[in-house]
């Protein structure tokens, strides 16, 4: 079993009542599993957002990088070429 920590907060009324609300009708027991809950989901998506943004950086830098150094032709592409050609 994992350790567990604690992790304490303070909040303005309006918001608690605002969470308690959206807790209720998402069918959440509780308060602190609902906010447990949206923070794990929020921070997934963040993590997968920035994930993608930056393998799409990487896989531009690729992109470029076979425009401007293509690499050379092997046996099956030269073949392939010469029978289109044909």
Do not use: C, H
Not at 31 to 50: H, Y
């Amino acid at each position: 079993m994992s350790k567990t920590e604690r992790f304490d907060t303070r909040l303005p009324a309006n918001q608690k009542e605002l969470f308690l609300k959206a807790a209720a009708l998402a069918g959440y027991k509780n308060l602190s599993d609902f906010i447990i809950n949206s923070a794990q989901e929020k921070a997934q998506e963040i993590l997968e957002e920035e994930k993608v943004l930056r393998l799409m950086d990487e896989d531009q830098k690729v992109f470029v990088d076979t425009l401007l150094n293509p690499p050379t032709p092997n046996k099956k592409l030269l073949t392939a070429a010469k029978k289109f050609t044909e």
